[in-house]
């Protein structure tokens, strides 16, 4: 008998192990637990295995590939589309054979007796087959009752206590004849347990369970892992598991545990029961591990504890930390020292643990996440209610039914602390920023949906982004649980402005107007119909422009960016203008009428300090050079805003006549690069060693900037992972890239050396 693994699950409910992992490639006990699955067809006697795919195909294939080193015969289909569980293996069915064939799923735990259960359908002449299990907690599974010869009676699907009549759970495991597909559609979605059984039920045929010797769990969340886990060291489950090493000298462990190669435990360290510690992982002494998982270099500072807890691949525990039971923290992620974590928490990859709260604000003072992650209805209401401390507050969306959501939990927040909520119909972040500047609101919400990912952007009253410390100010209140509530008579309430991206284009062509002559009506495209680029399209056409939804030689063309915050173009000729160069191009255009000063973000391309050297004019950045920069920031708005910025251009081409080409000529043109380097030790200690290294004097700024020959580059520590950015620019590609590499390969070192000095 041939048999089919349907290994084609994302595995979202086992998130964040499951990130970047197909399901029945997560790990236990160091081997996926699709390895297991492919071991026990192989103790019965099947070894030609195809293989039924979708999320991540190649981490699949490329482990296991032609199934030889694992003593069977595999062949893969992959699913183009999600056909649901009987549809995919009707899509395999040539590779299959003609005769009866085993179905099983490639994320169940378990040693079931396949063996008997294909004798048990070949005695019943059955058409299908389903291996079921007696559960505890039947609730998550289809109930399937049965009669006294194990015939199928009756389906129940995610039953209420009240519909339990039975606990046989179906497994997803069934012996199936090669005819009972003929009702599968083909290129459909179709399931086995929604769609086939009832189906073959309501047309009488022989349908029956069957109840094997053996142990089962589905591997469907965190919780279910752990117990498989456990169920495995204690005996439960036959699995064939890699031998355990022994505890060292000094250590102590109350079994069962499973060590793998390479661990280190340090002395006065104590491991079980339950405990799996993955190859190559670190415990500190004096730590306790228990009813715990770490996966393959997971890391474990002195004296924590752990108690039903999971660490994946490269993450880290630092001294003193607790994790109670159900926390995960995904790959590369990081619980600080002395911190607790609650109950199911969950620490996605890279992210570190901050001491209470979920939000943080990362680089440009932006919320970035998914509503699976951190932006939770939960969390935007506790935001909105901080906010709501301020009198008023103004929240915006566009994107998509996420963004509309959160903002609304925001302004329930926000009314709930008794305060104003201004809702209006802007459409891009920089809108909202002009906006919160024009009616001088104190605080300011706007949230973005870009398909799963959704951003929240803040700004003060002045339209600028907050800024650290109040940033900081709101992050600690989260983490502190400060949130305002306010009696049911004091209640605010939601208040509708009528400004609009209309009222924005014309304030954007209305102070592009630098001098009395008249404008040129001149030709430009804008191809793009984001926001962003119909508030462009919309102030050019104010300023007298014709505008174009195509380019062609001979025009320029212009499109928003990031929000509506940058602006990008075509030169006449057909070359691409980045925002780096276009910000160079306002700074130019506002040197040419007199300005003396220009402010800038701490990141912005040193083609701005090369156009303002050329005027002998002084660049203020923001993060460095305080409120002043601020006010400056705020008065020049091209060089903040997109819209703002085409429109600035447009003016002075149609002034003068000029050409965005022969313009964009006069700017250094410089090449831009980026990397990020992961930390094991502290960003602090590993920015500490860059200045010492480069003799660079801190300038009050974000990071370190570096002069090298004809280039710049900025080193940054990302403000939401254990990670410092290195941007280089550079005349060239090559330069920036060279200066990158080497810069990160620097800050690599000296985390290595720090890392081994801890």
Not at 439 to 444: A, D, F, L, Q, R
């Amino acid at each position: 008998m041939k048999a089919v693994i349907m290994a084609g699950g994302e595995g979202r409910r086992l998130r964040p192990m499951s990130l970047g992992l197909p399901k029945p490639m997560v790990p236990l006990f160091d081997k996926p637990v699709l390895e297991y699955i492919i071991a026990l067809l192989r103790r019965h006697g099947i070894t030609d295995i195809c293989i039924t795919l979708c999320y991540r195909p190649q981490s699949v294939m490329e482990y296991f590939r032609d199934g030889a080193g694992f003593g069977v015969n595999l062949s893969y289909f992959i699913e183009d589309k999600p056909l649901g569980t009987a549809g995919s293996v009707k899509a395999a069915m040539d590779r299959l054979g003609t005769d009866d064939f085993l179905v099983l799923s490639g994320d169940a735990v378990c040693d079931l007796d396949l063996t008997g259960l294909m004798e048990f359908h070949r005695e019943r002449k059955a058409a299908a087959t389903l291996a079921l299990y007696r559960h505890p907690s039947p609730l998550e599974y289809g109930l399937v009752l049965t009669d006294g010869q194990g015939r199928i009676q009756r389906f129940v699907e995610k039953p209420g206590w009240g519909q339990v009549v039975t606990n046989q759970v179906n497994t997803g495991i069934y012996v199936l004849s090669r005819r009972v597909m003929d009702f599968v559609p083909q290129n459909r979605a179709f399931d086995f347990g929604k769609d086939l059984f009832p189906l073959l039920l309501k047309e009488g045929k022989p349908l029956f369970g069957f109840e094997p010797e053996g142990y089962w769990c589905d591997m469907g969340n965190c919780e279910a892992y752990l117990q498989c886990a456990a169920d495995a060291l204690s005996g439960k489950v036959r699995l064939d598991l890699p031998p355990s090493q022994p505890v060292p000298e000094g250590a102590s462990q109350i079994p069962p545990c499973w060590i793998g190669p390479g661990a280190e435990i340090a002395t006065g360290a104590l491991i079980g029961p339950h405990a799996v510690v993955g190859a190559g992982s670190k415990i500190g002494g004096g730590s306790l591990v228990q009813r715990s998982v770490l996966w393959a270099g997971a890391a474990v500072g002195e004296k924590t504890t752990l108690y039903g807890a999971i660490l994946c691949r490269g993450a880290e525990v630092r001294r003193g930390a607790v994790l109670h039971e159900g926390t995960v923290l995904g790959e590369n992620a990081l619980a600080e020292e002395n911190i607790t974590l609650a109950e199911g928490t969950r620490l996605w990859p890279s992210r570190i643990a901050p001491a209470r709260g979920k939000l943080s604000f990362g680089d440009g003072g932006v919320i970035r996440g998914s509503l699976e992650e951190e932006l939770s209805p939960e969390n935007l209401v506790a935001l909105g209610s901080l906010l709501g401390e301020e009198g008023r507050a103004a929240v915006g969306w566009h994107g998509g039914p996420g963004a509309e959501m959160l903002a609304q939990a925001a302004l329930s927040g926000i009314t709930a602390a008794g305060g104003i909520g201004l809702t209006h119909p802007m459409q891009c972040a920089a809108q909202a920023a002009w906006l919160a500047e024009k009616k001088e609101i104190p605080i300011s919400l706007f949230v973005e949906q870009m398909g799963e990912r959704l951003f929240l952007h803040f700004f003060g009253r002045d339209g600028l982004p907050l800024g650290g410390p109040r940033e900081r100010v709101l992050e600690h209140a989260l983490a502190q649980g400060e949130f305002r509530r306010t009696s049911a008579q004091r209640v605010g309430q939601v208040v509708r402005l009528e400004t609009g991206p209309a009222a924005y284009a014309a304030d954007a062509a209305r102070r592009a107007v630098f001098c009395p002559t008249p404008i040129r009506r001149l030709t430009a495209a804008v191809p793009g119909d984001t926001p962003a680029d119909q508030a462009i399209r919309r102030a050019l056409t104010l300023l007298g422009w014709s505008v174009e939804h195509r380019w062609e030689p001979g025009i320029p063309a212009f499109a928003g960016g990031h929000g509506g915050f940058v602006l990008e173009a075509r030169d006449e000729a057909g070359a691409l203008l980045d925002p780096g160069q276009m910000l160079a191009l306002a700074a130019l255009i506002e040197m040419e009428n007199g300005g003396g000063k220009l402010a800038v973000p701490s990141g912005a391309t040193a083609a701005v300090d090369l156009v303002a050297a050329g005027y002998s004019a002084q660049v203020l950045r923001l993060e460095r050079d305080g409120e002043a920069a601020r006010t400056l920031y705020r008065a020049l708005p091209w060089l903040r805003d997109g819209a703002f910025a085409a429109a600035r251009i447009a003016a002075r081409m149609g002034v003068t006549g000029e050409k965005l080409e022969a313009l964009a000529a006069r700017t250094p043109r410089f090449s831009a690069w980026k990397r990020e380097v992961p930390l094991h030790s502290s960003r602090g200690q590993v920015m500490q060693a860059l200045l010492r290294e480069t003799g660079v004097r801190p300038d009050g700024g974000e990071g370190i900037r570096v002069r090298r020959g004809n280039g710049w580059v900025y080193l940054t520590p990302m403000a939401r992972r254990a990670a410092v950015r290195v941007l280089a620019e550079g005349p060239d590609l090559e330069t920036a890239a060279e200066l990158c590499d080497f810069f990160a390969g620097e800050t690599a070192r000296l985390d290595r050396d720090l890392s081994v000095g801890r």
